[in-house]
């Protein structure tokens, strides 16, 4: 078997198994095989087939030493720095931001070829290489605002990695303040020179984790919210990097290294297996009052003097910190309604694209697609795919394009309340054994709406669309994080004013939607409840798809 010097445990070839019966594992999520990815994950291990025994008293992993893999959430002592079970604490540990880098370094340093550097897969974002000199400015001048402290060399990184761009798709000339980046290539450092710099700032995080070890240093509010930010902000751009670099996948973008590449034949014929079995009834759901978002105002980081409030450290770090959209909490009222067990799959859109395009109705091809003659491939890190390997997957497109489908088939996109009550209800998480953080690198087949889980289950991990616009809510106070990292004084206090690089303000424009779940690619910690994604209605890259729900009278 290629590369069987790194699997573990038993050096077999699944293209042998062909007598026994599917695996549980293939398209459910059980107690049982969400304990076994747990345990694996725990020791570093990833599963990259299984299969049950004919009598299907016990099933076979084969596992490989996996570059990186993430703890489940339900492990205090590697996730987050409190020392114990209570609290829903999220400052990240050291290990956490080991794992992260690890993650980080594999795609943008082991995925993009020398040539790709300087090329946009997509032309509404940056080069490639603005997102690896992004990184490390955006920590280096988090920590400097926080903590205090002269920018990592080489300085003038600040002026051109501070901030990213999100033009509008209907105009690209729209867009939020952003940093000023080279128009030409050969004005660009280079790659040794931003690794250099990487390095210097992540010494430099390291030597605030050994103060706070070490007693030198107290954990403050301010502090514990900087490294909250600084590390789930790093952990949206894995997601970004790779659904950029998804567009060049087999004709540019390199497969993750280290990893092996799934064995398709096999797991389409356990996929189909799995799509035959019986779901149940689907579920209707309110009417029913919910929570949505925590209480964690940014307010309560500084005193009305502007100081950085004290709080015992134990209050700090039993404390969830979140993004300034996600707070406070507040009660909200839900509906009536039914819900598709499945997001729309590709196959079921594609039937849907061809057609409304056959009738001159104007459905856009996703961008997660691309066609080979007139057959549909599916796109993915490996390159593209079958549309009989990826048919059960949940398709990848635009809100806009998926709301057509919806009303099609008589229904409409959920609200974020409703889509937030579903998810609660049945989705099973990462520790529950969902297709988060990597457990494979590409969707599976949704395992929810099984009796033998109650319906509880996963969506093969992807976003999920709302028809619900990203906007504010009572109570928000916005971020003063992203305000005037570099400023002076003066130029600080007119950022404010002007409202200029604000986290969720600048998209509070009625183009951005709400997404809510998490997709194979994000990491775990990003799975809280509270925490909202968002997208323009009519972009198409992001790994967002969506299901259909319907009106209950």
């Known amino acids: 078997m290629e590369e069987a010097a790194r699997l573990g445990v038993w050096e077999v070839d699944p293209r042998k198994w062909t007598s026994v019966e599917p695996t549980p594992s293939s398209n459910t999520t059980t107690s049982t095989h969400a304990t076994a990815l747990n345990t694996f994950a725990l020791a570093g291990l990833r599963s990259i087939f299984s299969t049950t025994s004919p009598c299907s008293d016990f099933t076979f992993h084969v596992l490989e030493k996996a570059p990186f893999t993430f703890r489940p959430l339900s492990d205090p002592h590697k996730v987050s720095l409190r020392n114990n079970n209570a609290g829903s604490s999220n400052i990240p540990s050291r290990q956490c931001w080991d794992e992260l880098w690890k993650t980080w370094d594999l795609i943008t340093l082991g995925m993009i070829p020398e040539d790709m550097i300087l090329q ?20 280096d001048m988090m920590l400097c605002k926080t903590l205090g402290g002269e920018p990592s060399e080489p300085k003038y990184f600040w002026d051109i990695f501070e901030r990213g761009i999100d033009p509008h798709v209907d105009d690209p000339d729209h867009c939020h303040n952003h940093s000023a980046v080279p128009t030409c290539d050969s004005d660009w450092p280079t790659l040794t ?3 250099s710099f990487r390095d210097q700032v992540r010494a430099r995080l390291n ?10 240093r107290k954990i ?16 949206f751009h894995v997601e970004t990097i790779l659904y950029m670099l998804i567009q060049r996948a087999g ?3 390199r497969p993750p290294p280290g990893f092996t590449k799934p064995f398709w034949s096999h797991l389409v014929e356990r996929w189909d297996a799995g799509a035959g079995k019986i779901r149940l009834p689907l579920p209707v759901l309110g009417p029913t009052t919910i929570t949505m978002g925590h209480d964690d105002s940014e307010a309560d980081d500084y005193t009305v003097n502007g100081h950085i409030a004290v709080e015992g450290p134990e209050r700090v770090v039993d404390r969830e910190f979140g993004w300034d959209n996600e707070s406070p909490a507040r009660r909200v009222k839900v509906g009536k309604f ?14 849907f694209w061809r057609s409304e395009n056959s009738k001159g109705n104007v459905v856009a091809m996703p961008a997660s697609w691309v066609l080979e003659g007139e057959a549909v491939m599916v796109r993915t890190v490996y390159g593209p795919v079958s549309m009989d390997i990826a048919k059960h997957w949940a398709v990848l497109t635009s809100y806009d394009d998926l709301l057509k489908y919806a009303r099609a088939k008589g229904g409409r996109l959920p609200t974020e309340p409703e889509l937030r009550l579903f998810l609660d209800t049945y989705d ?6 969902a297709n988060i953080g990597f457990r494979n690198w590409h969707p599976v087949p949704p395992s929810m709406g099984l009796g033998g889980t109650d319906g509880k289950g996963s969506n093969g991990g992807v976003w999920e669309w709302t028809s619900t616009a990203f906007a504010t809510h009572e109570g928000l106070v916005p971020t003063q994080l992203f305000t005037g990292c570099v400023l002076s004084p003066a130029l600080a206090l007119y950022a404010r004013l002007t409202k200029i690089f604000r986290y969720s303000t600048d998209f509070f424009d009625g183009v951005h939607h709400v997404a809510l779940g998490a997709s194979y690619a994000t990491l775990p910690r990003l799975t809280r409840r509270t925490l909202k994604n968002f997208y323009q209605h ?12 319907y009106d209950v009278v």
């Open 251 to 253: 004709t540019g973008t």
């Open 220 to 235: 403050n509010l301010a502090m514990a919210r900087t490294l909250v930010m600084t590390f789930e902000h790093e952990a």
């Open 207 to 216: 030597r605030l984790y050994d103060a706070l070890e070490s007693g030198e």
């Open 193 to 195: 020179t931003i690794i």
């Open 120 to 139: 946009k897969p997509i032309e509404l974002r940056h080069k490639c290489l603005f997102y690896i000199g992004h990184i490390p400015t955006f920590l």
């Open 338 to 351: 039914k819900a598709e067990w499945s997001p729309v799959t590709n196959a079921q859109f594609e039937r």
């Open 538 to 549: 009519n972009y198409p890259f992001p790994w967002v798809g969506a299901r259909v729900v």
């Open 428 to 433: 099973v998480g990462y520790d529950g054994g």
